[in-house]
């Protein structure tokens, strides 16, 4: 009975997983492919390369590992598919190049926007985004192609290590975990310390002097305004809303799979699958994390979402129908004298001398 408590306990843990990364597999690709599509029919965005790049790397990991992790078998997923040596070694070179194509992609991205952001009139200080991005991918070559270096996967009774916490990168994991987590981390936290720095010197500048005084009125509102308020802020408080969720996102997701790199295989093979799909999180929260925080995206998101909708039939308002308004408008325009106001009153006709208006009337 014991055994039987156990088993199901198990099979729903084990359900409960494969249902939450399903649901993380589709945001990640619906999330990302909408923001794909609205960000390369937005023109002004200032780092529209970046975000395509970061899009199109989320979904080539959505497309590649993410379903890897769902079919295969434990330790590298949550299914029951064994995968054999060839698959192996692709699912390792695939783990290897893009989850540092993504942690560097972040990094380029905060480092293009504490530039847009500190140094804006500074065009030259900002290198190519080609040239970043190709840098960025030739790293991620580099850190794939160690994978291959590694040990050979091992023969069907063991555990095919076809991961990169399983052993897949032999003695190298420890230079993997310092190029893709560890340098895109302190690169991240530099440009975005920077941008919240530069905030918050802003915020903390006195406003200007008016050119001259201006007088104030003696009513409450005026009494009121003078005094401090109740609840000091901190400057540059909102400024550090979206420095505070990308660090605060990074770490969240990478860290704990840094941390199992640094890790024996054998240990980090235990929890390799919840600490992997916690990675994993990562690129479906990238599209609402660097997408609807930004104003440009979110009012062309609203765009296409009203051309997409059907719109409701217009109604005709019915107005009253008068039958004088009816008989005017059989009848055409009114004659009226040339002379004079059209509301002016008729006059009199001509009379003889001696005669008055109240006299005609009373003949």
Same mark, same amino acid.
């Given at each position: 009975m014991a055994n039987t408590t156990v088993l199901n306990t198990s099979e729903v843990a084990v359900s409960a997983g494969l249902i939450l990364a399903a649901v993380v597999e589709a945001a990640a690709l619906l999330g990302n492919g909408a923001l794909l599509v609205v960000v390369l029919r937005t023109p002004g965005l200032r780092d529209t390369l970046y975000l395509v790049h970061l899009c199109v790397v989320d979904l080539l990991a959505a497309a590649s590992i993410m379903p890897l992790g769902l079919l295969a078998a434990p330790p590298?997923?949550?299914?029951?598919?064994r995968l054999g040596p060839a698959p192996c070694r692709a699912a390792r070179f695939l783990s290897a190049?893009?989850?540092?194509?993504?942690?560097?992609? $972040?990094?380029?991205?905060?480092?293009?926007?504490?530039?847009?952001?500190?140094? #804006?009139?500074?065009?030259?200080?900002?290198?190519?985004?080609?040239? $970043?991005?190709?840098? $960025?991918?030739?790293?991620?070559?580099?850190?794939?192609?160690?994978?291959?270096?590694?040990?050979?996967?091992a023969p069907p009774p063991a555990p095919p290590r076809c991961s990169v916490l399983a052993g897949g990168l032999g003695p190298f994991r420890p230079?993997?975990?310092?190029?893709?987590?560890?340098?895109?981390?302190?690169?991240?936290?530099?440009?975005?310390?920077?941008?919240?720095? $530069?905030?918050?010197?802003?915020?903390?500048? #006195?406003?200007?002097?008016?050119?001259?005084?201006?007088?104030?009125?003696?009513?409450?509102?005026?009494?009121?305004?003078?005094?401090?308020?109740?609840?000091?802020?901190?400057?540059?408080?909102?400024?550090?809303?979206?420095?505070?969720?990308?660090?605060? !996102?990074?770490?969240?997701?990478?860290?704990?799979y840094g941390c199992a790199c640094l890790a024996p295989a054998e240990q980090a093979a235990v929890a390799e699958a919840p600490v992997t799909w916690v990675a994993y999180s990562a690129f479906a929260v990238h599209p609402f994390l660097y997408g609807l925080l930004q104003r440009p995206v979110r009012r062309a998101l609203g765009r296409l979402a009203r051309r997409a909708l059907p719109q409701p039939p217009r109604t005709c308002t019915l107005r009253a129908w008068h039958l004088p308004t009816f008989l !005017?408008?059989? !009848?055409? #325009?009114?004659?009226?004298?040339?002379?004079?106001?059209?509301?002016?009153?008729? !006059?009199?006709?001509?009379l003889p001398e001696g005669e008055n208006l109240s006299m005609t009337g009373a003949t």
């Open positions: 590298l997923g949550l299914g029951r598919v190049a893009l989850l540092p194509a993504c942690t560097l992609g $972040v990094a380029a991205l905060g480092l293009a926007r504490y530039r847009l952001i500190v140094h #804006p009139l500074r065009p030259g200080a900002r290198p190519p985004p080609g040239l $970043v991005l190709t840098a $960025v991918w030739a790293a991620a070559g580099l850190l794939g192609a160690l994978s291959l270096l590694g040990p050979p996967p230079l993997w975990a310092l190029l893709a987590f560890a340098l895109p981390a302190l690169l991240l936290l530099g440009a975005y310390g920077g941008i919240f720095l $530069v905030a918050r010197r802003a915020a903390l500048r #006195p406003p200007r002097p008016a050119r001259g005084p201006r007088p104030r009125s003696d009513s409450l509102d005026s009494r009121l305004s003078i005094l401090p308020p109740l609840r000091p802020r901190l400057p540059g408080g909102k400024a550090a809303l979206a420095p505070a969720l990308a660090v605060g !996102q990074f770490a969240a997701c990478w860290l704990p !005017q408008h059989l !009848q055409g #325009p009114s004659l009226r004298p040339a002379l004079g106001p059209p509301g002016a009153p008729e !006059q009199a006709p001509d």
